[in-house]
């Protein structure tokens, strides 16, 4: 696609460096603010450094790595991300692809659905957590009135669980069906007619044809909303604030961090949440075949 | 076969009445909770009874939220700004420039867009109080321009694959350098691209808390998602549920306003990095 | 097109020059402008007594507030973060009680001069005293008290329960009666929760660290009272379900709806019941806070705000003169009339200005005059022997393993937790490990 003709030696080189010279802001800025700061975060990972005793610092080697990891809160609230993660993007799935098909299907009233589907897309998250938060408190709350009952939702862990991941799925199951409604789109409508013609049902024409040619958008959409939900934090922050065991891996962090001002033992957190994500990410590409560069139009 | 179309329809009718209920019931919710007075708080009922704007007066008095309502707005804009001049600089040398290494910038804007933010607010928030930017607008643009940028440099790649580049071309011919067909020519025909991402820029920075929360403690530089956790109720113990609820339909004002404006847009820029260009 | 790179980028320089510039605060010549960071007090009293200082400076100095969060959680986390940033911009800082120890091994605060400190201790509550000594210097200058007591009603229990098994006992009875029955007070996993436990187990002749702070001490006898008594509560009929998430405010509100006889609360509750609920706050009595033991009284958690100066700031000599200032009789006074907070000054609490003082509430659309400090005989005992929570500088870190040990109240077992908790708090007094 891209013009790889001969060109003068001269004018090749001054493409390149104008090239360079184009992406070279965006390059800097990412690279100072993601990729020093990890590095830093290593470095202050195999040091004793708590903010609060000035005098105390120096290398502690792996120390930290093993307080950490031999301590059952961080296994806890890993398994507790993941759980959150994992119902999530599952329901998000199911619900997406409803949504998507809605929009796909919706001759009239496009419009409208786009815009009400982008609100929880666009709201503040806090605002978010804090509406489902209120809505079912069981002195604020509609929802205890609702279903005639006098249920404490945040004192019990399975039902804080109830309301955090309703609150994630709201949020960003417009996210996902936008994702998914992109890939219906790529869906050749010749193959869905065809299938229809040789007499298969709906049912079969969804399992057999139309999935399978979506499935790269459906990885994409999953890949992109595992990784985002596994850094849950502000309506975690905002509904329990990690109580009733709900609390997630980047909760710990920010309180190991900003809270605690340990930044040697918050930064090994910080660096085994990174570790957490190449890994999810890793498994994505390799073990389903995730492909995004090629998914997502990079394709030079 | 016309039974069947209407019946159909009055399906799919049922289906987006279903979806608008679930996209707009919370948001309903909040704004019936910021008109209820404080006596009917705690009546569990959805509507309020006497409505009423004493949570909005209050809201505006408490010193907090308008000067977090002018360091969102202006952190907000600024980071959306510069993020998308950046991201506009890079996405033109990558869709039509040669140069070795742009696969290279493409994969790494993917990886930092699925960065996890938590494992870089310690070193942030140790190099801001060296370099004097913690608590300061400046101190929140650098991580929101960054954590945009992938967003940002993704969209408007698709958007510009598909401008007719041969305008381009021609100009060049014409003796044009480079840099004057793109700002002559090129940069007119990409401004619808350049509108969607700063529309998704800014969603982003309006929306973040973490950082907020993280790298600023006072109303220099606090915004409106963390100044909502921090309200203060009419003691040192209340809690101050009202205000909070007419603190989010303030801020919810603009995004459900840009929503209804360019949805059209919003869905295009979403949607355009998973389509192929 | 170098050039205009170039230029760009300059451009994008001196905007970004000119935002840290807007950020940063202006800049003052002659007399010193004092920043006191403290929570934004909702009455006014702090600004008050700020304006009042800047006029009695004359001129040397003046003082402005910057707001906090109202949430000591909050605060804490706030400041802490500005003061490990070595912010000079803190000249005076409000300090709950319990940071002192934290605070003045960091070096966040600056220990008062003796003359200061002679005169901000002058004629205080002893506790109050103590919450702003670390290491036998003072750091922080008692500002403002408070302690929870036992409110109840008269028309439910006549003669309210000396004890928490007592009031475990009346509940049930009132509960078997169909009289309000609810018990009312903070089972959150937040800082209340450490209050409630460290009050019980002081009570009970327990302490959490030793006379050192340094190690724990929690003995095995009063610690599995304490939380057989936390197990009981929680677990009690009477208490509602939303135990767990219950903070001051949560209890305000459900007391305010009628159906509780007893509640462990701070004295905002007072005002608040007269305004929103007159039927309920025409029954609603004070009492000390619950025993433990029959016979020994209550020990409560001392509670209320010190008033520090910055580490950092460049004008200590003002800053430490403004705080004795602001410290001042008058100003406790306005705090208490204005704001509700109790004062550090002993005296005070026998003075007429609050003794006599009342409050206009609108009731049904008239407005009726009450007593403010009807409870202050009560509450003056209290802090008279009340406790002050461990001085330790990781007193943050030994909160959040009581808090989050013990929480959720319900699932305690004391035989069990005593250990647990012991690790926990060993732990966090080594600063080690996730907590």
Redesign the interface.
Known sequence: ????AKRTTGR?R???R??????A???T??L???A???V??LY?SLQRY?????DDHGFVGLDNYQ??LS?G??WQDLINTLVITAASVIVELILGF??AF?MY?????R??????????????????A???R??FD?????V???TNS???W??EQWSSYVVIISTEV?KTT??MS??L???F??VPQDAVRAARVDGASAWQRLWKIIIPLMKP?IL??VL?RT?DA??I??TI??QT????NTES??I????????????G???A???L??AC?LII?FVFVKGFGAN????????? | MSRRRASD?AF??G??VI??I???L??A??VS?SLKPTDE??N???LPQHPSFDNFSDVWKDPQFPSALRNSLGIALISTLLAVV??T??A???VR???????L???????????????????????WRSLHLFDTWFGLI??Y??FT??MA??TL??FF?EIPWDLDKAARVDGAT??QAFRKVIAPLAAPGMFTSAILVF?FA??D??FA??LTSTNRART??AA??FFTGSSQFDFP?GQ??AA?VI??IP??V???LF??R??AG???????? | ??RR?LAA?AAGCVLAGLLTACGGGGGEESAPVLHWYVYNEPSGAFRTAAKRCTKAADGAYSIVTVDLPNNA?EQ??QL??RL?ARDGDIDILGMDVIWTA?FA???WVKPFPDDEAKEVTDGRLEPAIKTGTYEDRLYAAPFNSNAEMLWYREDVTPKPPATWDGILDQAAELRAAGEPDQILGQG???EGLVVWFTSLLESAGGHVLDESGTKVSLETGPTRKALQIMRDISRSPST??????ARED?GR??WETGDAAFMTNYSFVWPSANENAPAVAEQMRWARFPAVREDVPSKVAIGGFNLGVGGYTDHPDEAFDAVSCLVGEENQITNATDGGLLPVTEALYDDPKLTEATTEVEVDGKQVEVRSFPYADVIKDELADAIVRPQT?YY??VA?AIARTL??TKGIDPERDVERLREAIGRALK?????
């Open positions: 696609m891209t013009a790889t090749a001054s493409e390149r104008l090239g360079w010279m184009l992406c802001p965006a390059v800025v990412m100072l603010v993601t020093y700061p990890i830093y975060a202050l708590d903010l609060r005793f000035p307080a950490v301590n809160v961080w409803a949504l809605v299907r919706a001759f009239f009233g419009a409208v659905v786009r815009s009400a589907i982008l609100v929880p897309y666009g709201i503040i998250t806090v605002v978010a804090f509406a489902w209120f809505a069981p002195t604020t709350g509609f205890n009135g609702l006098d249920r404490s945040f004192t709201w417009p996210f936008l994702l409604l992109a890939g789109m790529l958008a994409v959409a992109f990784l596994f850094r934090f502000d922050y905002v604030r990690g109580a009733q891996v980047s710990i962090g920010y309180q190991t961090l900003i809270s605690r001002l340990n930044l033992l918050g930064s957190v910080s660096v949440i990174f994500v990410a995004l560069a090629q998914q997502r139009g990079e394709n030079p | 329809k799919w009718a289906g987006i979806v608008v679930y996209a707009l919370p948001v919710w909040i909770l708080i705690t569990g009922k959805f950046l991201a600089f890079a033109y040398a990558i420039l040669d140069f070795p290494g742009k696969t910038i493409m994969s790494g804007a993917l990886a930092i867009a699925m960065f996890p933010p938590v494992a870089i607010i310690g070193p942030l928030f140790n190099m650098i991580p321009m960054t940028l992938p440099i993704w790649s698709a694959r480079p840099f969603i309006w929306n808390f973490l929360t993280a409106v998602p909502i956790t549920t909070i609820a989010s801020v919810t995004i459900i840009m929503v209804l949805q059209r919003i869905v979403l949607t355009s990095g998973a389509v192929k260009g | 097109m170098t790179a980028a959680d804490r986390e802490v973060r490990a934290e091994e960091a070096e959150q996993r937040y509602p379900d939303n135990f767990a998430t949560d509100l459900a500088p943050n870190d959040l929480h959720p600063g080690e490990g996730l907590l």
